[in-house]
């Protein structure tokens, strides 16, 4: 007696593509949560995971100039690749 049964059908879910945040993007956001929420630099890091230094690195690129936040926005977000760090901006920043 032979049998038949169907394989149960399995799609080829791939792996969701990794995107890059806009630096610029993502700094604005972290503020806009500090302000609406009354967060410190501290509780911000805590609720996100990351450093205190580390919020403060993506705060500072709010201080570049406004030509070049302009150019870095019209780039969009969620870009594909990496199209800039923002180590190279930081380097931009007036000390």
Known sequence: MELEFELPSCSLISKP?????????????????????GLTQAELARKHGISRTRVNQWLSLLKLTNKETRRILAMGDHWERRLLTERAFREQLPR
């Open 17 to 37: 593509l990794k995107t890059y945040r806009n630096p610029i993007i993502y700094a604005q956001e972290l503020a806009e949560e500090m302000r609406r929420e």
